[in-house]
């Protein structure tokens, strides 16, 4: 039955007749209502192509016998706000779009959904709402964005944070830095590493909710504009056999896609997303399942920045589809995706044409997963560390601490060489509740690795970090400074010891003086009480729940 079958008598001719106003005929307003929600912005240059993608869906609908119906919410470039305070918006945008897709579907009683969708916060946003609505869904992720050329070699965007700290170390000079600046982005769609954009869309696909192959294509690929056709015309038959989100994403492929995680060595936002997705269903995702599969599932997939090559190689040797049947001994093949074949059917015939690039399972290039979950009395909530790529030298090493409340003043310090090798360089104040919002302190890190100074020094954060930055860097750090959890009575000069082998990041400060400064430490009092941040700053939880905001009214 459609939804608007459901309507009284005397509802339905005010409704078409507003319908028939937009320029619908009654033929169309008899079909399946199809809403394709359109992640097109020109504020974003990984999306510029969404509205063409959107374009495509809308011809396959028809096609199949459906009427689509577009509407627009603009996907969100985390790097655009540069980690001013709009960075502080963009976790929260995945609540956001995901009430403004539930309110726009509602209204208009749409049949179905296919989402166009690409870059860090936006496909999950997207995945919650279809969880969250359980109408038969298609997500059509935009691509990878193709690498850039820079001086004979191919580039990418996020060297541009790293060419600035090689800049200010005199390794580049300043006509390069700006010829890079102007070369990085080579087209639409995501930054062609393993960030936390393509790492949504490996999951995307691996939970089952995009047609096998999608999050391997470049954004320019003719064959995802044909992709595009055949999610309009397939979104029809999920809607006649009402095949559901519900039946897609269960445990079992939340499981599938958290192997994946970890075989490419994705980013740390994924521990944010993940439980945030699943939670729009119902489903339980503890920070003790990501670390159990970690350990179980190796880190084969030799793509940056945890690795050596970009989307593109990946593509070339067979893409997600090839990496997921070198995985397959270890997922659960049998899970339902939205071309109403298993995971398991849909991998059978690929075929890993790089040993470069997707490596064997029994001869991984690390034996553990790219992340680990750690504990401690730093962290006695838990934390997280991306280890894929990380020397063995790395993994236990102890520092006295350098204290900053915020980003901006850690870089500052960087740049003026306060910061020695060694150092634990502690930022706090950029959870969810302290920034408010748990902003990407990137910048920082880039500044580290274009500095070569990435090794030497370890990041502790309460914080969150980019995808793209690289490993040995700890954050998630819970409870928050702000909840006056241990990492808000760190101060300079105290041993902070990191062993990763034992899941553990410890402060070397005897209990005593540390009650003595939780009973002198002050809460922050936010300045923001209105407007999302003021919503911010009282409704989101703490990383562990996902960051998400408030969603549990049951108590009011």
């Known amino acids: 039955m459609k939804k608007e079958e459901r309507l009284e008598p005397w509802s339905l001719p005010f409704r078409r007749s507003l319908q028939k106003g937009i320029g619908y005929t ?18 974003n240059p990984a999306a510029g192509h969404l509205g063409s993608l959107a374009g495509r869906v809308k011809a396959g609908i028809e096609a199949a016998g459906g009427t689509p119906m577009e509407f627009a919410i603009s996907s969100l470039c985390g790097g655009i706000a540069g980690g001013s305070r709009g960075s502080s918006y963009s976790l929260a945008y995945r609540d956001v779009v ?12 749409f049949d179905a959904l296919v989402f166009t969708t690409v870059c860090d916060d936006v496909v999950p946003a ?5 969880g969250r609505l359980n109408l038969p869904s298609i997500i059509l992720l935009g691509g990878y964005m193709a690498p850039g050329s820079f001086k004979g070699r191919s580039c990418h965007a996020i060297e541009v944070g790293t060419g600035y700290g090689e800049l200010k170390r005199g390794n580049m ?23 936390t954009g393509n790492t949504m869309g490996v999951i995307a696909e691996t939970l089952g909710m995009t047609l096998p192959g999608n999050s391997t294509l470049c954004g320019t690929d003719p064959q995802l504009f044909r992709m595009a056709y055949q999610a309009g015309k397939q979104i029809l038959s999920l809607w006649k056999k009402q095949v559901l989100p519900s039946q897609i994403m269960t445990l079992k492929s939340f499981e599938n896609a958290i192997r994946i995680l970890m075989a490419v060595g994705g980013s740390t936002n994924a521990l944010l997303h993940i439980p945030a997705i699943a939670g729009e269903l119902g489903i339980e995702i503890p920070l003790t399942l990501f670390d159990k599969l970690s350990r179980e599932t190796p880190f084969i997939c030799n793509v940056k920045p945890s690795g050596k090559y970009t989307l593109r190689e990946l593509q070339e040797a067979g893409g997600l589809t090839a990496l997921l049947e070198e995985l397959a001994p270890l997922l659960e093949g049998d899970c339902l995706t939205i071309n109403e074949a298993t995971l398991g059917d849909n991998i059978r015939d690929s075929v890993v044409l790089n040993r470069q690039m997707i490596a064997p399972l029994k001869e991984p290039l690390s034996p553990e997963g790219g992340l680990a979950i750690l504990g401690g009395s730093l962290a006695p909530k838990g934390a997280v560390i991306k280890i894929s790529g990380l020397p063995e030298k790395e993994k236990l090493r102890q520092g006295p601490a350098r204290v900053f409340d915020s980003e901006r003043e850690a870089c500052e310090k960087l740049l003026e060489g306060v910061i020695q090798p060694g150092d634990f360089v502690v930022i706090r104040y950029v959870g969810p509740k302290g920034d408010p919002g748990m902003r990407i302190t990137a910048r920082f890190l880039w500044l580290l690795s274009g500095m070569s100074l990435d090794g030497s020094i370890t990041l502790i954060s309460d914080g969150r970090f980019s995808g793209t930055n690289k490993g040995g860097a700890i954050g998630h750090v819970s409870p928050e ?18 062993d990763i ?10 209990e005593e003086e540390l009650e003595r400064r939780r009973v002198s430490w002050k809460p922050r009092k936010s300045p923001f009480t209105k407007g999302l941040l003021g919503r911010i700053a009282s409704s989101m939880m703490p990383v562990e729940e996902g960051a998400v905001l408030r969603r549990d009214f049951s108590e009011n």
């Not at 169309?28 to 912005?41: H, K, T």
């Not at 997207?126 to 279809?130: D, R």
């Not at 400074?481 to 000069?493: D, K, Q, T």
Request: proline share 6%; hydrophobic share 45%; glycine share 10%.
């Open 126 to 130: 997207h995945l919650m709402a279809a």
């Open 98 to 109: 995901a009430d403004f897709v539930e309110l726009i579907t509602e209204v208009n009683m």
């Open 173 to 195: 000079t300043e006509e390069d830095f700006s010829l890079l600046v102007d070369s990085a982005c080579g087209s639409h769609g995501a930054c062609p590493v393993m960030g």
């Open 481 to 498: 400074a702000a909840s006056c959890g241990p990492i808000a009575l760190v101060e300079n000069g105290d041993l902070i010891q990191l």
């Open 501 to 510: 082998p034992n899941r553990k990041v410890d402060l070397l400060v005897p």
């Open 26 to 43: 009654e033929e169309q307003l008899q079909r399946p209502l199809i809403g394709v929600v359109n992640g097109w912005g020109e504020n």
